[in-house]
Nanobody
Framework: QVQLVESGGGLVQAGGSLRLSCAAS????????MGWYRQVSGKQRELVAD???????NYADSVKGRFTISRDNAKNTVFLQMNSLKPEDTAVYYC??????????????WGQGTQVTVSS
């Protein structure tokens, strides 16, 4: 069907940077919005940033000015550049794609998640 594979998580000190990548593959006709969410154990998953196929972006207030989302439409890939990381950014980060599959069904597909840990 459709797979989203994330990479780039890890352990970094406060003030450092990480770059997350997420590649979508499979029976995809088109992708509208791609985004990044994060979840801390025991809390709800929250939107970090998303981007439309035309490049319009949306950010959570907590990451504005520090994180930048971008995408490569030709490769169905979305990136999240995270700078000036803070311990409160520690979470599992998930990629999401709102897409139309080749059977013309609209789907919301999620990646498996990648851990980001920021030490103080």
């Amino acid at each position: 069907q459709v797979q989203l594979v994330e990479s780039g998580g890890g352990l970094v000190q406060a003030g450092g940077s990480l770059r997350l990548s997420c590649a979508a593959s499979g029976r995809i006709s088109s992708i509208n919005v791609m985004g990044w969410y994060r979840q801390v154990s025991g809390k709800q998953r929250e939107l970090v940033a998303d981007i439309t196929s035309s490049g319009r972006t949306n950010y959570a207030d907590s990451v504005k000015g520090r994180f930048t989302i971008s995408r490569d439409n030709a490769k169905n890939t979305v990136f999240l550049q995270m700078n000036s990381l803070k311990p409160e950014d520690t979470a599992v980060y998930y990629c999401k794609a709102d897409l139309v599959s080749t059977d013309w069904a609209r789907r919301a597909s999620w990646g498996q998640g990648t851990q980001v840990t920021v030490s103080s």
